[in-house]
């Protein structure tokens, strides 16, 4: 796999956000959704969502740039940086010692389980390794990981409504969100990712919940500002509210001011647990457009209360 920062477009001191920024713009342009016709821009996709998946990881980060991984966050070879004069005993060189060893730690070294590594298993003497190691076969690498980022709308999110992804090998499957999602949610699909001789990797979905015009999310509750009349103000009386299921009727009490909240069980996201938020309707008493007729009704009368009593002015 390339060196991921050359892959996103970026220098090595770049920050979090010049990260996010980069894979951004390239998942994009190179989204299979986009590029139907371009196989290339499924595999250049995939790798730049790999090399995202790395460098967003600050600790992956940090040992890529130590040099402890490589790009595709495996451990590098354990001699890198030692030279080329290293070999076992014979073809000129000398052989190795103990001082060869330090900064490995303070724990002791196999070396059998090292070179088992190196020279892939059976050596040509007494089929073990040419050091006396047992044999070790490296499991088959699995294929990458693919990421995803899901947008979800509100309501869709509340109610937990089945969602249409599109991965990238271009087929569609429809995703159940789980309980309890909230924005940023990661998901993980077994065997949807790139192909490898270890098997397919996964697909890594990361949920979006979009903003609602009307509706606010607080906590696992619902937030909804309602208008009502004047009239129903004073008068009280039952009044249509939208919900993330659907609206209902909802009773206002005579002389109801505004601010007033208002509690509707069970209308809210989902828990983990399963059960549901509520929603919480904060009353706005609207004037009408034409006040004419209603100054008419008020003509000669005053309210002598003092609203503002409380606030000590």
Known sequence: MADPYTT?????????????????????ELHPDRNKDNPKAAERFSQVTNAYDLLSDKDKRARF??????????????FA????????????????????????????????DIFEGLFGGRGGRGGGS??????QRR???????????????????????????????GKTIDLKLPKGVEDGTQMRLKGKGQHG???????????????????????????LDLPITLDEAVNGGKVRVPTVDGPVMMTIKPGTNGGTVLRLKG?????????????????????????????????GWKDESDPRAGLGV
């Open 8 to 28: 996103l477009g970026i220098a090595r001191g770049a920050s979090e956000q010049d990260i996010k920024s980069a894979y951004r713009k390239l998942a994009k």
């Open 65 to 78: 740039d130590r040099g402890e991984i490589d790009a595709d966050g495996n451990p590098a070879n354990p």
């Open 81 to 112: 940086g030692m030279g080329g004069g290293f070999r076992p005993n014979g073809g000129g060189q000398r052989g190795f010692r103990a001082e060869d060893f330090q900064g490995f730690g303070t724990e002791d070294v196999d070396l059998g």
């Open 130 to 135: 040419p050091f006396g190691g047992g044999q």
């Open 139 to 169: 499991q088959p690498q699995k294929g990458a990981d693919i990421a995803y980022k899901l947008r979800v709308p509100f309501i869709d999110a509340a109610t937990l409504k089945d969602q249409r992804i599109t991965l990238a090998d």
């Open 197 to 223: 001789p270890g098997g397919a990797g996964d697909g890594l979905v990361t949920i979006a919940i979009d903003k609602h015009k009307a509706y606010k999310r607080e906590g696992d509750d619902v937030r």
């Open 267 to 299: 209308k809210g996201f989902t828990r983990k647990n399963g059960t549901r938020g509520d929603q919480l309707v904060t009353l706005e008493i609207q004037l009408p457009g034409d006040l004419g007729e209603l100054a008419k009704r008020l003509e």
